[in-house]
Nanobody, 120 residues
Framework: QVQLVESGGGLVQPGGSLRLSCAAS????????LKWYRQAPGKERELVATISSPGGNTIYANSVKGRFTIFRDNAKNTLSLQMNSLKPEDTAVYYCNAQRVVGLKEYNYWGQGTQVTVSS
């Protein structure tokens, strides 16, 4: 059974830091590209950061570039997102995603989300 379980969300003041984690099981973790998305109230889901399979290449949304760092530990089947210099506009539910394309078939798995609130 595939599972992606996020943790680490919470309430933080502007300028603060949080580290999100996503524990994965039930699939070949190191064969999947991994992503963090977020969705703020009333807005569409936004791609925040991507890390390639098995790792080494990263892509960030312009809104988080220089503040967020995505990384993965293939030995522990864990994806993380280090978020620094947080802003109120970073408030959202954050989701981890694992994606792989094999031939014509796409595999896409999602976590349940973790709330991040940036407020004074």
């Amino acid at each position: 059974q595939v599972q992606l379980v996020e943790s680490g969300g919470g309430l933080v003041q502007p300028g603060g830091s949080l580290r999100l984690s996503c524990a994965a099981s039930g699939f070949t973790f190191n064969s999947y590209a991994l992503k963090w998305y977020r969705q703020a109230p009333g807005k569409e889901r936004e791609l925040v950061a991507t890390i390639s399979s098995p790792g080494g290449n990263t892509i960030y949304a312009n809104s988080v570039k220089g503040r967020f760092t995505i990384f993965r530990d293939n030995a522990k089947n864990t994806l993380s997102l280090q978020m620094n210099s947080l802003k109120p506009e970073d408030t959202a539910v954050y989701y981890c995603n694992a994606q792989r394309v094999v031939g014509l078939k796409e595999y896409n798995y999602w976590g349940q989300g973790t709330q991040v609130t940036v407020s004074s």
